[in-house]
């Protein structure tokens, strides 16, 4: 037992179970290696003075599978997501990316993984082209050029190019967030709420291209998202968090059954209620 | 290396697309050096004029007020340029991309730079056509001191980065304030001899004391103090050093406390 370990309550230690699926058992694969799992949660606790804000989280997300991740406001997702971006470093336990650690190890895979989320925003006083191109270099894309004129194309960006990116619509804003974070082909991709500004119509657009991009990839993709219609077509596999920690997990189908519910809203509410 | 160089490149563009997309940025540049000139020019000219005892050393001031501003406007270029990014809520994205600390410090250093001469040279030049002064009279000199003031206000804006980093806008008031702390302890307009004993300590830990004070042995003397450079560059390399260890280490333990991905809400 680590200096760590004994200081942490009971419940830290407890093993990880391997119930629904393979996908969550981290115990009988390895981690740290070209061949790990995409994104690999392992114990993962973070605590804000006395409040644990994700508290005993595990999950595995094999290569090329869509996870969504689900939890009403407060439940931990954003901090979860945090650390598996290496923005926040946990208190305990850890999240790997492409069989790196995200708290130290986060710039060895940086550049093959990319991340949208409604708390960042992107430069309001450069315009669509200039800020595809700053970043662009900063994963260093190889022809910049042509990949940015795919993403013109692929997210009909072409009228607003050369506008200024904070006089956009949110629409259009998110659009070109979600075309910045595809700029470096990522095979890890990291999307809190991608759609949450847009209209209905708007959003099944934005959904069907992030679809295309994951077939057409092979990528894998971690979304976090209040639109259970959105989890239901995107995603392989589904982890629902309530207060910091993991209260379900499964495929979006058999959670419904396993809760005797119509459909994932129905498993949400019934959770957020019990939980 | 060719990825980092095209990473600090890029940031680089970044500062100067915003820079560029507002004149009224450019102007303000410009605008405060301009106007403390024109009040410390009209004082020089008066005294110049006077035939007192301060006539001799009225070129002082005017040297001094110049140098200094290098100090004050290359830490403000290096921190507003920084301050951009959490004004933008731009910080996580670049946090999530692959650039790293010492690149974005880097950016932010050139940019310092560009703004400095583009706010100091104009100056400068106004400062010799409207009062005859010219700063250039000050020789090699001259590059020696600009070099010591720049490498100091960016070694205070790394600090100053990685404060507001840490503690989010409770600190950015720093980047307007921190420089005035230093202002009567690196004696700007008086010799280190004017300040108490007890002080001499604290004003030679100061870098820009030895540059204010070559200075002065310049432009009374007519001696350049390689003495004085050479130990103030060498003070220099630990500040600047210090400051970007500094920055790093605010920059984790704002990874530990988990603010990065929501500043600048």
Excluded at chain 1, 184 to 211: C, K, M, Y
Excluded at chain 1, 251 to 266: H, I, S, V, Y
Aim: proline residues 4%; aromatic residues 10%; contains cysteine.
């Amino acid at each position: 037992m680590s200096r760590i370990e004994r200081f942490l309550p009971r419940r830290h230690l407890t093993p990880v179970s391997a119930n629904t699926t393979p996908a969550q058992d981290n115990a009988s694969v390895r981690l740290d290696t070209e061949d790990a799992p995409a994104i690999a949660v392992e114990r993962l606790c973070k605590q804000y003075r006395t409040h644990w804000a994700v508290d005993d989280v595990n999950f595995i997300v094999p290569k090329g599978w869509t996870v969504g991740l689900l939890g009403g406001n407060g439940a931990g997702k954003t901090t979860t997501i945090a650390m598996i971006m290496g923005l926040v470093v946990p208190s305990f336990g850890r999240a790997m990316v492409l069989g790196h650690d995200m708290a130290t190890e986060r710039h060895k895979v940086l550049s093959r993984m990319n991340f949208e989320s409604p708390y960042v925003a992107l430069p309001g006083r450069l315009t669509v082209r200039q800020n595809l191109m700053v970043f662009g270099r900063l994963y260093g894309v190889a022809n910049l050029k042509a990949r940015i004129e795919e993403l013109i194309e692929d997210f009909e960006l072409g009228d607003v190019l050369d506008r200024v990116t904070g006089r956009l619509s949110a629409g259009q804003k998110t659009r070109v967030a979600v075309a910045k974070a595809l700029i470096n082909d990522p095979e890890v991709l990291l999307l809190d709420e991608p759609t949450a500004s847009l209209d209905p119509d708007r959003a099944a657009w934005v959904r069907s291209r992030l679809r295309a991009y994951q077939k057409r990839r092979g990528a894998t993709v971690l979304l976090s998202s209040h639109n259970m219609t959105e989890v239901e077509q995107l995603c392989d596999f589904v982890v629902i968090m309530s207060h910091g920690r993991v209260v379900a997990m499964g495929r979006p189908g058999e959670l419904a059954e396993r809760f005797k519910c119509r459909d994932l809203d129905e498993v949400f509410i019934y959770l957020a209620r019990v939980a | 290396m060719t990825q980092s160089l095209n990473r600090i490149a890029a940031m680089t563009a970044r500062y100067y697309y915003i820079l560029r997309s507002s004149s009224l940025r450019l102007l303000e540049i410009i605008y405060w050096p301009a106007m403390q000139m024109l009040v410390w020019g009209f004082l020089y000219t008066y005294l110049y004029d006077s035939k007192s005892a301060m006539a001799s050393t009225a070129g002082l001031l005017l040297g001094a007020v110049l140098l200094w501003d290098v100090l004050f406007r290359g830490q403000l270029g290096f921190t507003f340029t920084f301050l951009e990014e959490i004004w933008s809520r731009n910080l996580a994205n670049l946090m999530m991309s692959p650039l790293q600390p010492f690149e974005l410090a880097a950016s932010l250093m050139l940019m310092s730079l560009i703004r400095l001469v583009i706010g100091t040279l104009p100056v400068m030049l106004l400062t010799f056509v409207l009062f005859g002064f010219n700063v250039f009279a000050m020789g090699p000199g001259l590059i020696v001191f600009f070099l010591n003031l720049v490498l100091t206000s960016w070694a205070i804006g790394l600090v100053v980065a990685g404060l507001v980093i840490r503690q989010g806008f409770g600190a950015e008031s720093l980047a307007y304030s921190i420089m005035i702390v230093l202002l009567p302890l690196c004696c700007v307009y008086y010799p280190v001899a004017a300040l108490p004993l007890w002080l001499h300590p604290v004003a030679w830990s100061l870098t820009p004391t030895y540059v204010f004070e070559g200075m002065r042995a310049v432009l009374l003397d007519g001696t350049f103090r390689t003495d004085l450079m050479i130990e103030c560059l060498a003070l220099n390399a630990v500040y600047l050093g210090m400051g970007f260890t500094t920055f790093v280490a605010l920059l984790q333990s704002a990874r530990h406390k988990g603010g990065l991905l929501t500043m600048g809400e």
